[in-house]
């Protein structure tokens, strides 16, 4: 039973690049949590996507999207990269009830 | 203020110790709460979730005081395996889970 997959694992890019990472869920679940862990921070709640529809969003600009495709995995998109959104990324998927999440390894995102 | 607040630490603790942290969390509707392990640049993993009436697995134990808005975790006879950050993570209602910055705890043989 695979677990949580996201790819790449690092990414490099310059300021204003436009980025996008990739998830697949944990086999079962059809709910995709998006994370920006900053170092020496919590992971910080982006967004969450359930049958294809953005359902609940943090404090995140515009810049950061999302989507979320039929076979449930999902993607996110970040726009006009700043130094600052140097980061972790990480998704966790869940089941509908989403109470127990399941992370994978993350996308390790350097802006320079 | 923060949503979910925790002591960063270090927590430097000998093998054999007992240590206990603990998590403030300002909002008065969460519904359900968890402990995280993030081991260093890894991703988080489920360590336990945290009951109203308590609850264990193995050497470590959760409590919920929700008249106080806080969270616990007791470590006992502390294994070096044991060395990582522990966060703290509260549910909105399904939708939205807020992390604390975590707790760090290094274990010494």
């Known amino acids: 039973d695979a677990g949580v997959t996201q790819s790449p694992t690092h990414l490099i890019k310059t300021r204003g690049q436009q980025v996008t990472l990739r998830c697949s869920p944990k086999?079962?679940?059809?709910?995709v949590s998006w994370y920006q862990q900053a170092l020496g921070q919590g992971p910080q709640f982006i967004f969450q996507y359930y049958e294809e529809e953005e359902r609940q969003r943090g404090n995140f600009p515009d810049r950061f999207s999302g989507h979320q495709f039929p076979n449930y995995s999902s993607e996110l998109n970040v726009n006009a990269l700043l130094l600052g959104d140097s980061a972790l990324y990480l998704c966790a998927s869940s089941n509908p009830l989403g109470n127990e999440q399941f992370f994978g390894p993350g996308t390790r995102l350097t802006v320079l | 203020r923060k949503e979910v607040e925790q002591d960063p630490g270090p927590f430097n603790v000998p093998e054999g110790a007992t240590v206990a942290f603990n998590c403030t969390y300002s909002n008065s509707a969460s519904q359900s709460f968890f402990w995280y392990r993030q081991d260093c640049r890894k991703e988080p993993k489920l360590l336990m979730s945290?009951?109203?009436s308590g609850n264990e697995d193995g050497r470590f134990t959760a409590q919920l005081n929700r008249a106080s808005q806080y969270i616990s975790l007791l470590i006992r006879d502390s294994k070096l395996s044991d060395s990582a950050t522990y966060l703290c993570?509260?549910?909105?209602?399904?939708?939205?889970?807020?992390f604390g910055a975590g707790t760090r705890l290094f274990v010494k043989a």
């Open positions: 945290v009951y109203s």
């Open positions: 993570v509260v549910n909105l209602g399904g939708f939205k889970t807020i």
């Open positions: 086999s079962g679940h059809d709910t």
